[in-house]
């Protein structure tokens, strides 16, 4: 007997022994069977019965990297990105005047999104551009990549940020060239800049969760893994309480960054959590090349990810450039060849620039890639203008990295790029930018294999396959229900595609 029977479907099962059915009937939170117009026996007073008229079925959509605090925010601060109707300095400067007309003096103003490539200037705000818009409020704007940020005066002296102050190991303050003052224009700094400046209030910051919990569930995400390097225990209980608030409704992997590993080696991290609810995923490390060196050097990045891997748990490194993953990988060699583990799933996030003879190495070590096929749509027409050829041809070669034997999952660094899953699907299957123009159309792969990025491999890159990832008998009842089947309908129209409903455990937590 069923609980809930979905029938009248295109069930995307992707389970290769059954890669297609026309029902799911669910209980108790799993899937109960796969079926064609045979379940009907299963039926009894109390099964909810949904005729899905031919709409299409998938496993939930796994998003395997974004960042939940950062999305949250991005969604209760100014957005003066692109899509908000800012296409120039001077539109910026007037939204932030308008904001600090509603809040006290000395209140920071935060602002994110902006691309200096959409703005008429074609360059970055600087600290007198904000100066002009909120004198007597510290204003911090965010780059759309995240890893820029631009400060006006006030805010640059409130974290004591002078001409006098140095560059620090991981970050470029940028100068005017004559005078040496800084222009407000901070590179690779995030981290810093998030312990110095205060965080939003908890209730701003509950707001932005909430709103993020609706764009996942109305995006078809059923689980996502977060990749934060600042996760540590205190950000642990913090979804520990949205978890248990019912504030999130996604299944949540957390990654650790360093300093949370350390904690959690000294036992300090407990939980009751139901863990297909909540649970820790491996050890965040970021490997950033913002001042021209690695940082960290690799004979650090190699004792780093040693202990790591030592203490059994699975490294994912962030590496975007040739050398860095490089680097990546011959850390990741060094500590195999130590230790060696089978099945280690150690990890490289975004991989962005990796010609074949790299893909080739990292598919022998067994390291698998998480990538961000989204970046292509909304930050091609950048890729196009500013990446130089030789790093172009290169540039997320997704059917490059398949076919060397790679195990691809996806996921959308939100607020980097939109959490929405078919965006991503439409950018790795068509490869075009939102302008419409092409990045790399030999690196182009089927629909079939971009679902698999966001759902079977995106379970196998947590260790999840055995729960999640596919629709067969006793995995979760994690579902997600497009109006329309991505491999049957024309690439343009992938776009066009809506998510219908979110499932979440055999609990509908979303309807369109
Ligand atoms: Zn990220």
Same mark, same amino acid.
């Given at each position: 007997?069923?609980?809930?029977?979905?029938?009248?479907?295109?069930?995307?099962?992707?389970?290769?022994?059954?890669?297609?059915?026309?029902?799911?009937?669910?209980?108790?939170?799993?899937?109960?069977?796969?079926?064609?117009?045979?379940?009907?026996?299963?039926?009894?007073?109390?099964?909810?019965?949904?005729?899905?008229?031919?709409?299409?079925?998938?496993?939930?959509?796994?998003?395997?990297?974004?960042?939940?605090?950062?999305?949250?925010?991005?969604?209760?601060?100014?957005?003066?990105?692109?899509?908000?109707?800012?296409?120039?300095?001077?539109?910026?400067?007037?939204?932030?005047?308008?904001?600090?007309?509603?809040?006290?003096?000395?209140?920071?103003?935060?602002?994110?999104?902006?691309?200096?490539?959409?703005?008429?200037?074609?360059?970055?705000?600087?600290?007198?551009?904000?100066?002009?818009?909120?004198?007597?409020?510290?204003?911090?704007?965010?780059?759309r990549s995240g890893h820029a940020?631009?400060?006006?005066?006030?805010?640059?002296?409130?974290?004591?940020?002078?001409?006098?102050?140095?560059?620090?190991?991981?970050?470029?303050?940028?100068?005017?060239?004559?005078?040496?003052?800084?222009?407000?224009?901070?590179?690779?700094?995030?981290?810093?800049?998030?312990?110095?400046?205060?965080?939003?209030?908890?209730?701003?910051?509950?707001?932005?969760?909430?709103?993020?919990?609706?764009?996942?569930?109305?995006?078809?995400?059923?689980?996502?893994?977060?990749?934060?390097?600042?996760?540590?225990?205190?950000?642990?209980?913090?979804?520990?309480?949205?978890?248990?608030?019912?504030?999130?409704?996604?299944?949540?992997?957390?990654?650790?960054?360093?300093?949370?590993?350390?904690?959690?080696?000294?036992?300090?991290?407990?939980?009751?959590?139901?863990?297909?609810?909540?649970?820790?995923?491996?050890?965040?490390?970021?490997?950033?090349?913002?001042?021209g060196r690695l940082n960290p050097?690799?004979?650090?990045?190699?004792?780093?990810?040693?202990?790591?891997?030592?203490?059994?748990?699975?490294?994912?490194?962030?590496?975007?450039?040739?050398?860095?993953?490089?680097?990546?990988?011959?850390?990741?060699?060094?500590?195999?060849?130590?230790?060696?583990?089978?099945?280690?799933?150690?990890?490289?996030?975004?991989?962005?620039?990796?010609?074949?003879?790299?893909?080739?190495?990292?598919?022998?070590? +067994?390291?698998?890639?998480?990538?961000?096929?989204?970046?292509?749509?909304?930050?091609?027409?950048?890729?196009?203008?500013?990446?130089?050829?030789?790093?172009?041809?290169?540039?997320?070669?997704?059917?490059?990295?398949?076919?060397?034997?790679?195990?691809?999952?996806?996921?959308?660094?939100?607020?980097?790029?939109?959490?929405?899953?078919?965006?991503?699907?439409?950018?790795?299957?068509?490869?075009?930018?939102?302008?419409?123009?092409?990045?790399?159309?030999?690196?182009?792969?089927?629909?079939?294999?971009?679902?698999?990025?966001?759902?079977?491999?995106a379970a196998r890159s947590s260790?999840?396959?055995?729960?999640?990832?596919?629709?067969?008998? +006793?995995?979760?009842?994690?579902?997600?229900?497009?109006?329309?089947?991505?491999?049957?309908?024309?690439?343009?129209?992938?776009?066009?595609?809506?998510?219908?409903?979110?499932?979440?455990?055999?609990?509908?937590?979303?309807?369109?």
């Amino acid at each position: 007997m069923t609980d809930l029977l979905l029938l009248n479907a295109v069930v995307l099962t992707m389970d290769e022994n059954r890669p297609r059915a026309q029902e799911v009937a669910i209980k108790d939170g799993r899937i109960l069977a796969v079926g064609e117009d045979d379940l009907k026996s299963l039926v009894h007073n109390s099964t909810e019965v949904i005729d899905l008229g031919g709409k299409t079925i998938l496993p939930g959509f796994i998003d395997a990297h974004l960042h939940l605090r950062a999305l949250a925010e991005s969604l209760v601060t100014l957005n003066i990105g692109p899509a908000s109707g800012v296409s120039s300095i001077s539109h910026i400067q007037e939204r932030i005047h308008h904001q600090a007309l509603t809040l006290p003096p000395g209140t920071w103003i935060r602002a994110g999104g902006y691309n200096e490539i959409y703005l008429s200037e074609k360059r970055d705000p600087n600290r007198w551009d904000l100066d002009a818009a909120a004198p007597h409020h510290p204003v911090k704007l965010t780059h759309r990549s995240g890893h820029a940020h631009v400060l006006n005066s006030l805010g640059l002296t409130n974290i004591g940020i002078s001409k006098e102050t140095p560059d620090s190991e991981t970050g470029i303050i940028d100068r005017d060239l004559e005078t040496g003052e800084p222009t407000g224009l901070l590179y690779g700094m995030g981290d810093f800049l998030s312990q110095v400046i205060p965080p939003l209030d908890e209730s701003q910051l509950d707001r932005g969760v909430k709103l993020a919990n609706q764009e996942l569930l109305s995006s078809g995400i059923t689980t996502f893994q977060d990749a934060s390097s600042r996760n540590d225990i205190e950000r642990w209980r913090s979804f520990e309480n949205w978890k248990r608030e019912g504030t999130l409704q996604c299944r949540v992997l957390m990654m650790l960054g360093f300093k949370g590993f350390e904690e959690y080696q000294a036992g300090r991290l407990t939980s009751q959590m139901d863990k297909s609810h909540l649970r820790l995923g491996g050890v965040k490390i970021v490997l950033d090349e913002t001042t021209g060196r690695l940082n960290p050097r690799q004979e650090d990045l190699n004792e780093i990810v040693l202990s790591v891997h030592q203490a059994g748990r699975q490294v994912a490194i962030h590496a975007i450039e040739e050398t860095a993953i490089e680097a990546a990988c011959s850390a990741l060699e060094h500590a195999i060849r130590a230790s060696p583990r089978p099945d280690h799933r150690h990890r490289i996030e975004h991989c962005s620039v990796c010609p074949e003879d790299l893909a080739a190495r990292i598919a022998s070590l +067994g390291i698998a890639v998480v990538t961000n096929p989204a970046f292509l749509y909304v930050s091609g027409e950048r890729y196009l203008k500013t990446v130089p050829p030789r790093q172009l041809k290169h540039l997320y070669p997704l059917a490059t990295l398949i076919q060397n034997g790679v195990q691809v999952a996806a996921g959308s660094d939100a607020p980097v790029a939109p959490v929405n899953p078919l965006a991503g699907i439409y950018a790795a299957v068509s490869r075009k930018a939102e302008s419409g123009e092409v990045v790399l159309a030999n690196e182009k792969i089927t629909s079939y294999e971009a679902l698999r990025m966001y759902t079977m491999l995106a379970a196998r890159s947590s260790f999840d396959e055995n729960l999640k990832g596919i629709i067969a008998p +006793g995995k979760l009842a994690d579902l997600t229900i497009l109006s329309a089947d991505p491999t049957s309908v024309p690439i343009e129209a992938i776009k066009e595609i809506r998510v219908e409903m979110t499932i979440v455990g055999g609990d509908v937590v979303y309807r369109h």
